[in-house]
């Protein structure tokens, strides 16, 4: 009985990983935004996704006794509170409990374990967020004991002897097994989360991209940005207007072209490297222009406007 136990909750286990691979690849594909589940609609969504979720994990449970059956619910609901936050989790408690109803039985329990789990879930995650490396491994792991051994003790509430004879089944293959599904639920859950972040943190540097690019195409100084070579790679408009040099003219180039002998070499030499001052420029007709002039070298940290 007790291998056929462990291969049923097995089996539920596996579903639920599943079913969180099958909704990460259609939220990805879907070109999910980064950073939704922060938005009230975007949480809604994830709260919903997750009761379905536990639905199709309680229509696939492992039955101990009539109207009590086992399921990985609790592993989805205490994860969910530790990685989602309090709006996702209600709304999927609110969803599996009406669906546990709806399937009777011992539901008052049942209903007990979901927002027992959904609830610890959300207390561990302020002390979760502080670890790293293998701590929140073991942090993981934790939770899933203690979700479980709270799940447990709730079964052993159910009259007429039938808590304590369930209890003396699934015990074991609960306490094995629920824990390591709880470790896993929560590693595909924390990649997820550090891949919106990324994504976040990449949009960000875009926006901050475009407004430099933005602030050196408008600014007045002639602005030059080279590679660690030396070889210009940017230039802005006030330098085209300036040295009279075109940009195209100028990309692939040494600022040395700009070297008109009119002033000592310390001023050139001040230009590039990273001084803005005012310098005697050579122009491609042969004539001089006076001019601010910036050259900024391999600071791969510049965006290129042409790129």
């Not at 530790?82 to 209600?90: A, S």
């Not at 808590?163 to 709880?182: D, E, H």
């Not at 070499?265 to 001089?288: K, L």
Request: hydrophobic share 50%.
């Amino acid at each position: 009985m007790t291998s056929t136990v462990f291969l049923d909750l097995i089996f539920n286990a596996g579903l639920l990983l599943g079913l969180a691979v099958v909704l990460d690849l259609v939220s990805a594909g879907a070109g999910a935004t980064p950073g939704v589940g922060r938005r009230w609609g975007g949480r809604l969504l994830a709260g919903l996704a997750v009761g379905l979720i536990g639905i199709g994990l309680m229509a696939a449970p492992m039955h101990a006794e009539p109207g009590v059956q086992f399921d990985t619910r609790s592993v989805l609901l205490s994860v969910t509170g530790l990685f989602l936050g309090p709006v996702p989790t209600v709304i999927a408690m609110v969803v599996t409990s009406a669906f546990r109803v709806w399937l009777s039985g011992a539901w008052v329990i049942g209903i007990l374990v979901i927002v027992t789990s959904g609830t610890i879930g959300l207390i561990w995650r302020s002390g979760h967020d502080r670890l790293t490396g293998q701590r929140r491994l073991w942090s993981l792991y934790a939770l899933g004991v203690l979700v479980h051994v709270v799940m447990l003790s709730l079964i052993a509430t159910i009259p007429d002897g039938v808590g304590p004879r369930v209890l003396n089944q699934v015990f074991l293959p609960v306490i094995l097994v629920y824990p390591f599904a709880t470790v896993a639920l929560g590693l595909l859950l924390s990649q997820r989360v550090e891949r919106e972040a990324a994504m976040v943190r990449i949009r960000q540097h875009d926006v901050e991209r475009d407004r430099l690019i933005a602030a050196l195409e408008q600014s007045d100084d002639s602005i030059v940005i080279t590679d660690a070579s030396g070889s210009i790679e940017y230039v802005n408009p006030a330098f085209e207007a300036v040295t009279g040099y075109s940009r195209e003219e100028a990309l692939g180039n040494n600022p040395r072209l700009l070297k008109s002998g009119e002033q000592e070499d310390a001023t050139y030499r001040a230009v590039v490297a990273d001084a803005a001052v005012r310098a005697h420029v050579a122009r491609p007709t042969g004539q001089q222009a006076q001019g601010r002039v910036a050259v900024f070298r391999g600071r791969h940290d510049f965006p290129c406007a042409h790129a």
